[in-house]
């Protein structure tokens, strides 16, 4: 956990800092209070304010990292501005499968202008370390693109059923 908070923590630092503005997200269903269990089904409900590149990373509860989204350089279109899209779809088998560790699980999500540097090293990320080499290049890369991202974080709880 404490892995967990200080990596959070530190890219949560750096997006507030180089952002343009809030990122308006939530994840569906809402109706859970971001209480989930695992084999729930979600997707984040995003509504960028202009035409944007998605990323979405998830920081479990043990501290590892995966990128929920783009995994597969599709994905990486840009979607339109100021119109709800569900990540990674609304259908039953596009959403992401809740599963364990059980606990709290931080998820940040980015509206890029433009799709950022190296992003296609980062499709199927799953279950790193947050000193991972791709993971460091992402943090450099919002530094570098200041003024260029929205950003908003959430978070959901993985229950014992």
Known sequence: QVRQLAWANKLRGLAEKHRRGALEVEID???KGGNFVPGDLISFAIRPDQQATIVVLNVNSLGKVGVLYPSQAFEAAP????????????????????????????????A????????????????????DPRLLAFERT?????????????????LKP
């Open 79 to 110: 979607i339109s501005a100021r119109q709800v899209r569900h990540i990674p779809g609304k259908e039953k088998n596009q959403r992401v499968i809740v599963q364990e560790p059980f606990g709290m699980d931080m998820q940040f999500v980015f």
């Open 142 to 158: 919002l530094s570098s693109m200041a003024g260029k991202f929205t950003f908003a974080s959430t978070s959901l709880r993985t």
């Open 29 to 31: 269903p809402a109706v």
């Open 112 to 131: 890029f202008d433009e799709p950022p540097a190296g992003l296609s090293k980062m499709y199927r990320l799953d279950d790193v370390n947050p000193d």
